[in-house]
């Protein structure tokens, strides 16, 4: 090799100072470096989780129950008895929900305790519009004077009785076969 090309290589050399350590020394220096950097990111990742946790549940908390639907004699008179049965249901559970947020935040229940007046509860607003369409007066129906005399009248057990027997049965039609055997309406006043 010439002198010219080894007085480069040793220049190339000599540039580097001696006070930086190789990479590979930077592993054992401190041993614990690695240990306590993860540490850390554990610490991280779980102070984040908590403050998302904490934001999703407040926000649960606050949101507030959602509306809750109430059905009208057009929405309901072309269900079958099996979806008629399940409007009513989600309307029970919606108050029933509803109840239990207002709870959560005042630590009391409602006088009522929450439950929905008869008059927003699928079956009756079915059965007073069909009533009302086939003039039943309510005092051909009603016998007991309860919260929802209509829900404990004969003319809804009966109803009951033909939807659970039909459940893809029209429930308008399981009013009309009620009515027929109840004597409520005869062949030729159906509307």
């Not at 002198?3 to 050399?13: H, W």
């Not at 614990?32 to 908590?50: P, R, T, W």
């Not at 929802?148 to 076969?177: H, K, Q």
Request: aromatic share 8%.
């Amino acid at each position: 090799m010439s002198n010219q090309r080894k007085k480069n290589v040793v220049v190339g050399l000599s540039s580097k100072t001696p006070s930086q350590p190789p990479s590979s020394s930077l592993r054992f220096d401190n041993p614990l470096a690695h240990i306590q950097v993860g540490i850390m990111k554990v610490y991280v990742a779980v102070a984040l989780m908590l403050c998302v946790s904490v934001a999703a549940l407040a926000a649960f908390v606050w949101s507030g129950p959602a509306p809750i639907r109430h059905y009208t004699f057009d929405d309901l008179s072309e269900l079958t008895c099996e979806e008629l049965s399940e409007r009513h249901t989600e309307v029970i559970d919606a108050y029933h929900d509803a109840e239990i947020v207002h709870y959560g935040r005042t630590a009391a229940f409602h006088a009522d305790l929450g439950l929905p007046s008869e008059d927003v509860l699928p079956f009756a607003v079915l059965m007073m519009g069909f009533m009302r369409d086939n003039n039943i007066s309510e005092s051909k129906v009603v016998t007991q004077s309860t919260p929802w005399p209509l829900l404990y009248s004969d003319f809804y057990y009966e109803i009951s009785g033909t939807c659970a027997a039909n459940p893809p049965m029209r429930a308008v039609e399981a009013m009309r076969e009620s009515a027929l055997k109840l004597g409520l309406i005869g062949r030729g006043e159906m509307d």
